[in-house]
């Protein structure tokens, strides 16, 4: 079992920063697929990010490539999501998700946050 738990999001104008993060409580086995999700206001859940265990492998959503970076630290279970150049559609729930198999956008994952709030203002 693992437990997922966000930090990091809060309320920035267009064009800030933010960096959140996810500790993974539990089997490193569990984790082989960690990635980010967000749901916007009125909108379905989307992947954004996901990143392997070997670290080499990463996917993005055409929305957020060249300004997000999802990265991992194995050694501490913990996954991140560099966000720059913030607009108001990245606002929403951002959730942390993982799975010991290497699902693309973790999607379908086995284990999930409780998800942390971004807003970003015009």
């Known amino acids: 079992q693992v437990q997922l738990v966000e930090s990091g999001g809060g309320s920035v104008q267009t064009g800030g920063s933010l960096r959140l993060s996810c500790a993974a409580f539990g089997d490193s086995w569990s984790t082989d697929c960690m990635g980010w999700f967000r749901q916007a206001p009125g909108k379905e859940r989307e992947g954004v990010a996901s990143i392997y265990s070997g670290g080499g492998t990463t996917l993005y959503a055409d929305s957020v490539k060249g300004r997000f970076t999802i990265s991992r630290d194995n050694a501490k279970n913990t996954l991140y999501l560099q966000m720059n150049s913030l607009k108001p559609e990245d606002t929403g729930m951002y959730y942390c998700?993982?799975?010991?198999?290497?699902?693309?956008?973790?999607?379908?994952?086995?284990?999930w946050g409780q998800g942390t709030q971004v807003t970003v203002s015009a």
């Open positions: 998700a993982a799975d010991p198999r290497p699902l693309p956008y973790c999607s379908g994952a086995r284990y």
